[in-house]
């Protein structure tokens, strides 16, 4: 299972980031970031995020550990 979330918090403790840091290990799933959270609304970035996220998904051993991934 591949978490697609919005939070770009890096700062604290208790961050995603920080979480990401200290839990990851090389066989890890990446996490998938979405960059541009006010593009969400546009056809065009939700259809470079698509595929992007096809692509990582059918090349998912390439990704592994990489921590954050972001999308487009």
Excluded: K, W
Excluded at 9 to 19: H, V
Excluded at 32 to 48: H, I, P
Excluded at 51 to 68: C, H, K, N, P, Q
């Amino acid at each position: 299972m591949l978490l697609l979330t919005v939070n770009r918090r890096m700062a604290g403790l208790d961050s995603l980031e920080q979480t990401i840091r200290e839990e990851g290990t090389l066989d890890s799933l990446p996490v998938l970031t979405v960059g541009d959270v006010e593009s969400l609304n546009a056809s065009d970035y939700q259809a470079r995020c698509a595929e992007r996220i096809v692509e990582i998904v059918a090349y998912l051993d390439s990704f592994l550990g990489a921590g954050r991934l972001y999308i487009p």
